[in-house]
């Protein structure tokens, strides 16, 4: 015969008790002789009983001052949030997806029951449960970056490529001493900052895990290189500063957000969620403050015009370009102005 | 990168600025350790002027007939009582019309609430003026006191034989009436207006005061000096105008409320006909690059080359810039009615196409200065900024106005382009007009937009 398991739950769902019961009959009240026995001044003496029938379970309030409730398994999941136990209006038979027993009332596995301000979940022992969850360790991504000659491999790589960033951005030949100065800055900076969160991984995990830290580092600022031009792309095809802006800033706070929680994964024990949640807000922070702190610098005044002068190469460009009429037309909003009566 | 190509832009706005010698007008205020130091030296102007035409009899003949009709005019702050601009002036009508440079009462024009305006006769009296007629365009106005003295000049004629002798009446910083001998070398016309070319020494405190032909006939007003002997007197004609245009109006009404509404309107007519007679001509194509450019649009205007192609950097340029020559005074930060465009050709000599693109973006990047106006007077620019097909070629282009707050249906326009149809060489264009309607700038760059030609 099949068990029954009642579950005292809190408001969000969890379970904060549980009793196992293999009569054929489970008193529920708050008075001592009752199989459940519960302190809650909203709950009679005698509030009522589960009782097993051929094929099923019934429950039953016993004239209870405050009532029986039920809600059913499949109402549960949605009304979890505003069904919480409170004075119940006995006026109406359902309310929020509960429902009031009369006399008796089938339930089924998984079902809630209401009484006073308590909440039980009625479960059989043959209830279906998820399958176990994987425990999430270090993901296998970090493991394989936690080695010593791939992080350097990376730092090598990056410091090839800020050397590259230098040499695209001069108008002469530089010296040789020039891309090592940058790669060399770049290098130590990201060096530092690996070794901040080695530190804070190795108060926390007693494992400091420096070869990952420096890989990911690492990776960040070579994806970053590589994809941050894109922003001025987008903002060039489209004429517009405030896409380029914006994506730049998208892509700025995606790729930060990475960073952070890659960083958190390896040093800290912290739940996935908040890692993400963490590094997202953290992430969000910077780049606000950064946006703020950029248009809260605008002067008011400029005396000269402010150009939205990015250019590219023209690689791929789809843009057909107006007539210089079309452009004409297109520009006279820049004549108007409020009150001026065009 | 920025610095390093900073320094590059500023060696040639350098060269920009020392080929378009800048104006300085015949005026300014004097202080009194200024004119103590100086009043030894200052009675005989031809002495401190190293002139080398020597005082004839003329001269003081001519002064002694004619200085009671000459004035030192005056810019009172009311807040203070003081001087805040000094020029001189000349009576021209028995009534006591004072004629002199619009620049000299700019001030009480613009704020007639802070600011008064007052004559100092020969004899000393002190005596206050109505602004009667002012026209910006030719830097002139009329004003009237009720107090006229009995001796008025005549007008004369403007035009003579270049070398003919003639003579400048003023009160140079407020050290004493004097006059200044000098050489008539005929009338200015690649100017915005005309003007009279005079090589004589004006002075700061002159501004205003009469030219006069040996017969004391007023020739022209005093309006501009560019130092060394090389100054400039506005033609008699465009008073004989500004007269006729007050006499026309007499006994409508007396006072003008709104000298706004009269300055805009002049500075309309102005540019009407400045960019009319512009886009009425064909213009002189200039080569720059593969492309074909406008020129010289009339001769108002003037243009300097310049290029480098500096061993050191991977690229080349070569520059045009062309200007009128000319800009119109509104106020003492404010002035209009220029205008100037530029090219840079650009070129690759070794730098990648993302290379190339990060200089040619830089130098696209660098806004014309706009220092003709300051806060108090001009809006913000608002820029419009799109892809344009130019005969077979794209360009991007920039284009930004602003508005003037005291003058609404002006504008400062700005247009910007850049040829994107090449890896490692392009062309920046630029033009710039100043205090143009929408509808008169917007003719004009549609005819330099379409002017541009690329050599296939």
Redesign the interface.
């Known amino acids: 015969m099949e068990k029954v398991i009642l579950e005292i739950i809190k408001d969000s769902g969890r379970r904060a008790d549980y009793t196992i019961f293999s009569g054929l009959v489970v008193r529920i009240g708050r008075g001592y002789d009752n199989d459940l026995i519960i302190s809650d001044a909203h709950v009679s003496e005698h509030h009522c009983v589960i009782r097993i029938h051929e094929g099923g379970f019934t429950l039953e309030d016993l004239s209870s001052i405050n009532g029986t409730w039920v809600i059913a398994k499949s109402a549960e999941k949605n009304s979890r949030r505003f069904a919480s136990p409170g004075p119940v209006d006995v006026g109406k038979k359902s309310q929020g997806g509960k429902v009031k027993v009369d006399q008796s009332l089938r339930i089924h596995s998984g079902d809630v029951i209401v009484i006073g301000h308590t909440r039980l979940r009625f479960i059989l022992s043959g209830h279906e449960i998820e399958p176990a969850k994987l425990i999430v360790g270090p993901s296998a991504f970090f493991e394989e970056i936690n080695s010593v000659w791939k992080s350097w491999l990376l730092v090598i790589s990056a410091f090839f490529l800020s050397g590259a960033v230098e040499?695209?951005?001069?108008?002469?030949?530089l010296p040789f001493s020039k891309f090592i100065s940058v790669g060399i800055g770049l290098m130590l900076t990201i060096l530092v900052w690996s070794g901040i969160w080695s530190f804070v991984g190795w108060l926390i995990k007693r494992k400091a895990y420096f070869s990952a830290h420096l890989s990911w580092a690492t990776l960040f600022f070579l994806v970053m290189t590589i994809i941050y031009p894109l922003a001025d792309q987008l903002g060039?095809m489209t004429?517009?500063?405030k896409i380029e802006m914006s994506a730049g800033s998208f892509i700025f706070w995606i790729l930060i957000s990475m960073l952070i929680a890659g960083h958190l994964m390896i040093a800290t024990y912290i739940a996935r969620r908040y890692q993400i949640a963490v590094a997202v807000v953290l992430s969000m922070t910077v780049v606000v403050f950064g946006i703020v702190t950029y248009y809260a610098g605008k002067a008011?005044?400029?005396?000269?015009?402010?150009?939205?002068?990015?250019?590219?190469?023209?690689y791929g460009?789809v843009?057909?370009?107006?007539?210089?009429?079309q452009?004409?037309q297109?520009?006279?909003?820049?004549?108007l102005?409020k009150g001026?009566g065009? | 990168m920025a610095p390093l190509i900073q320094s590059l832009r500023s060696i040639c706005i350098f060269f920009f600025l020392t080929a378009s010698l800048p104006v300085v007008f015949a005026d300014s205020v004097a202080t009194d350790d200024f004119v103590k130091t100086l009043s030894a030296i200052a009675v005989l102007p031809s002495v401190q002027d190293r002139s080398p035409a020597p005082i004839t009899d003329e001269a003081q003949k001519l002064y002694e007939k004619y200085q009671r009709a000459v004035y030192q005019i005056r810019v009172i702050d009311l807040s203070s009582g003081k001087k805040s601009v000094i020029g001189s002036g000349f009576q021209f009508t028995l009534q006591g019309h004072i004629a002199t440079n619009f620049h000299v009462v700019s001030e009480a024009v613009h704020a007639p609430k802070r600011f008064k305006v007052e004559f100092l006769r020969f004899d000393g009296t002190v005596g206050e003026l109505d602004i009667k007629a002012i026209d910006v365009v030719h830097d002139l106005a009329i004003l009237q006191t009720k107090d006229g003295y009995s001796q008025f000049l005549e007008f004369g004629v403007s035009e003579f034989p270049k070398g003919t002798r003639i003579f400048s009446m003023g009160n140079p910083h407020d050290l004493g009436m004097s006059i200044v001998e000098g050489t008539y070398n005929g009338l200015l016309e690649k100017s915005l207006y005309r003007k009279i070319h005079f090589s004589g020494s004006l002075n700061g405190g002159m501004s205003g005061g009469p030219a006069l032909d040996y017969n004391g006939h007023v020739i022209g007003v005093n309006v501009s000096t560019y130092g060394n002997q090389l100054s400039f007197l506005v033609p008699v004609d465009y008073l004989k105008e500004l007269y006729a245009s007050i006499k026309n109006i007499q006994g409508k009404s007396g006072a003008v409320s709104n000298w706004s509404e009269v300055i805009q309107n002049q500075l309309i007519d102005n540019q009407k006909g400045l960019i009319d007679g512009l886009v009425g001509t064909s213009w002189e194509m200039l080569p720059i690059g593969n492309a074909a450019v406008p020129g010289e649009m009339s001769d108002l205007f003037k243009c300097w080359g310049d290029s480098k192609d500096d061993g050191e950097e991977l690229y080349q340029w070569t520059s045009l810039r062309c200007s009128s020559q000319d800009d119109i005074f509104i106020a003492n930060d404010l002035r209009t009615g220029q205008v100037t465009y530029n090219y840079i050709w650009v070129k690759s000599k070794g730098l990648n196409t993302f290379r190339f693109y990060r200089v040619y973006e830089y130098w696209f990047s660098q806004p014309f200065g706009f220092e003709n106006a300051k806060e108090e007077d001009v809006k913000n620019f608002k820029c419009e900024t799109g892809f344009v097909n130019i005969s077979g070629e794209h360009w991007k282009a920039i284009l930004c106005a602003r508005q003037y707050k005291k003058f609404p249906r002006l504008y400062d326009v700005n247009l910007n382009l850049a040829s994107v149809d090449h890896y490692k060489k392009g062309l920046l264009a630029e033009m710039v007009a100043l205090g143009v309607t929408q509808e008169k700038s917007q003719v004009l760059i549609r005819k330099f937009m379409e002017s541009i030609r690329w050599k296939k």
Do not use: C, M, W
């Open positions: 040499h695209q951005e001069s108008y002469k030949n060039y004429s517009s500063e008011e005044f400029i005396p000269v015009p402010d150009l939205y002068s990015t250019l590219v190469p023209p460009r843009v057909p370009g107006d007539s210089v009429e452009f004409l297109k520009s006279a909003k820049i004549f102005t001026n065009h």
